[in-house]
C-alpha cells in the first residue's frame, strides 16, 4: 500500500519505518530510511526516536548499519547531535568520498572549522584525491568562520594543486571569506575577474 501511495508526507513515512521497526526487520528499517533521505523528506522527531531504537540496539553499529554511514552521519550533524555523528564516522570499516564530505560539512555546521580542515587533510593521507565538492565543503566552512588563510590557501591547493576548475559556488565562498574580513576592494576585483557571468550570487 506504502509503494502504490501517489503522494508520501512524512507521517506515511514515519508509520511505515515503525512498521518495519515492530517487525524487528532493522535492515528494512535502514532500507526505508535512506529512501526517505534520498526522498528529501527532511526527519521529524519521531522518525529521529526511531533510528535512535535501532542505533540503541547495539553499543556500537552494526556491520549493516555501516552501509547507511553517511546517511546517518549527515541526519545526526543537521539535529545537532555531532558526537553521534563523529562516532558513525570513525566507526565505519570502509568510507568513499561521500562520507568523508558529509563529515566535513557536519564540522563545517557546528562551525568547528578546524576539525573541518584537519578532516580534509586526513582525505589525502587516506590515498583519496580530494575532488570540487570536498573543496567546496572546506571553502564554506572557511566562510563561517572568516578563516582568510585557510580559505585562501584552500583554494590555492585547488587550482595549482590538484588542476581542479571551480565553479561559481567555490568563487562565492571565497568572496564571502574576503569580504567578512573586511577585504572589500580585493572582493570587488575578485568579483569583477569571475571567469563566470550572467551570476549575480557574488
Known amino acids: 500500500m506504502f509503494d502504490e501511495f501517489p503522494k508520501r508526507d512524512l507521517v506515511s513515512w514515519n508509520t511505515s519505518i515503525g512498521g518495519y521497526l515492530c517487525a524487528h526487520n532493522y535492515l528494512g528499517f535502514l532500507d526505508i530510511f535512506v529512501e526517505l533521505r534520498r526522498d528529501g523528506i527532511?526527519?521529524?522527531?519521531?522518525?529521529?526516536?526511531?533510528?535512535?531504537?535501532?542505533?540503541?540496539?547495539?553499543?556500537?553499529?552494526?556491520?549493516s548499519f555501516l552501509v547507511y554511514g553517511t546517511e546517518f552521519i549527515d541526519m545526526y550533524a543537521k539535529f545537532w547531535l555531532l558526537v553521534k555523528a563523529v562516532n558513525i564516522f570513525d566507526n565505519m570499516e570502509t568510507k568513499d568520498m561521500k562520507s568523508w564530505t558529509t563529515m566535513i560539512m557536519g564540522y563545517g555546521v557546528h562551525e568547528?572549522?578546524?576539525?573541518?580542515?584537519?578532516?580534509?587533510?586526513?582525505?589525502?593521507?587516506?590515498?583519496?584525491?580530494?575532488?570540487?565538492?570536498?573543496?567546496?565543503a572546506v571553502?564554506?566552512?572557511?566562510?563561517?568562520?572568516?578563516?582568510?588563510?585557510?580559505?585562501?590557501?584552500?583554494?590555492?591547493?585547488?587550482?595549482?594543486?590538484?588542476?581542479?576548475?571551480?565553479?561559481?559556488?567555490?568563487?562565492?565562498?571565497?568572496?564571502?571569506?574576503?569580504?567578512?574580513?573586511?577585504?572589500?576592494?580585493?572582493?570587488?576585483?575578485?568579483?569583477?575577474?569571475?571567469?563566470?557571468?550572467?551570476?549575480?550570487?557574488?
Open 42 to 63: 527532511c526527519a521529524s522527531v519521531m522518525t529521529m526516536l526511531c533510528v535512535l531504537s535501532v542505533i540503541g540496539l547495539s553499543r556500537r553499529p552494526k556491520i
Open 112 to 136: 568547528q572549522v578546524k576539525n573541518a580542515i584537519v578532516l580534509f587533510h586526513r582525505i589525502v593521507d587516506e590515498g583519496f584525491r580530494p575532488n570540487q565538492v570536498n573543496f567546496l
Open 139 to 202: 571553502l564554506s566552512a572557511c566562510s563561517q568562520e572568516e578563516l582568510v588563510e585557510d580559505g585562501i590557501n584552500c583554494f590555492r591547493k585547488m587550482v595549482l594543486e590538484y588542476r581542479l576548475t571551480p565553479k561559481i559556488e567555490h568563487y562565492v565562498c571565497l568572496v564571502d571569506i574576503l569580504g567578512h574580513a573586511g577585504l572589500l576592494e580585493i572582493t570587488r576585483e575578485l568579483i569583477k575577474g569571475l571567469p563566470i557571468e550572467g551570476d549575480s550570487t557574488a
